[in-house]
């Protein structure tokens, strides 16, 4: 009986240690609010209130006041991309911030004709130190006025089939696609100016466009004017919206698969019936032992 005791309470223990371990250890997914080193985005967060959704099916309300960002490295389903068009058709603003991944098939849906080439921007010689960081020097006049004079990019991308006028930031004449991604130029690569980004009128809303998510990364959004041109992005005319950064599209580490299942856990057991529950099997846990 007491090696039985003893064997509980060690699983118990460890059960306990193992939880507050996932609690506090720091996340390291990138582009998450909860991670503070380099990869996260905790600074944008904090500096831009921006809130965060597990599900699509918790957008505001009010989709003229909100600014959706999406950074899509999973696919979206077919009820997710109506919700999104949506949005934008009701009024709102949707980021749409990506490199690699399933950006092109949001556009798709959209019916929108530009696409990410989603092969790498380099430029040898505009660049923050190597050609895989371009230096983006080129703006439309509006955005010039608005004090942004250089941003960073990071391992990036370019935009193809957009109107010039839909343009708001393109590459130097000195950067190319590096198309076999062997780190240098060869005679069939195309080389710039391309576009990076865009800003595009989509029935009510509007459609942002950048060919490079980590922008907003913590050991980013501080470089030159990045933090001026994000604001630039998520605040027309000076007046910035409610931003909502959506998280179901990310590609999660087991570590915060695990911070979300505990969330879960934790505001499910925070309703009063369960609590009532635990108290009385608490209750009944020490009358036996008593």
């Known amino acids: 009986m007491k090696v039985s ?12 240690f193992s939880l507050i371990s996932i609690w506090l250890y720091p996340s390291v997914q990138g582009f998450t609010a909860s991670n503070t ?4 985005i905790r600074t944008f967060s ?14 505001p309300t009010l989709p003229e006041e909100t600014i959706l960002v999406v950074i899509p ?26 490199d690699y991944g399933y950006g092109n098939s949001i556009l798709t849906y959209l019916g929108v004709r530009t696409r990410f080439t989603n092969v790498p ?24 006025e608005s004090g942004i004079d250089v941003i960073v990019l990071n391992h990036a991308t ?15 004449t000195a950067s190319f696609l590096d198309i076999n991604e062997n780190g ?28 490079d998510p980590s922008i907003m990364i913590n050991a980013m959004v501080g470089r030159d004017d990045n933090y001026g041109f994000i604001e630039y992005l998520t605040g027309p005319k000076g007046k910035q919206g409610e931003i ?23 505001e499910m057991l925070s309703s009063p019936y369960a609590l009532l529950g635990i108290t009385a099997l608490i209750f009944i846990v020490a009358s036996r032992y008593i």
């Open 5 to 16: 005791s003893a064997l509980l309470a060690v699983v118990v223990l460890t059960l306990i």
């Open 37 to 40: 080193i380099w990869n996260g």
């Open 46 to 59: 904090s500096e831009f209130n921006a809130g965060t959704i597990e599900s699509l099916n918790n957008l």
């Open 73 to 98: 490295y999973l696919d979206y389903s077919n009820e997710e991309l109506t919700r999104i068009k949506q949005l934008v058709d009701d009024g709102g603003t949707l980021a749409l911030l990506d």
């Open 121 to 144: 921007l380099l430029d040898p010689l505009f660049n923050y130190k190597n050609q895989s960081m371009p230096r983006i020097v080129e703006f439309a006049p509006e955005v010039k």
């Open 158 to 172: 370019t935009l193809t089939d957009i109107e010039p006028a839909e343009m708001i930031a393109w590459s130097s």
């Open 184 to 211: 240098s130029w060869d005679e069939y690569e195309p080389k710039g100016p391309f576009p990076v980004a865009a800003e595009l009128r989509l029935g009510q809303g509007r459609l942002i466009l950048l060919s």
């Open 244 to 266: 909502q950064i959506d998280n179901s599209h990310l590609s999660n580490t087991p570590l915060d698969i695990s911070k979300m299942r505990l969330i879960g856990a934790r």
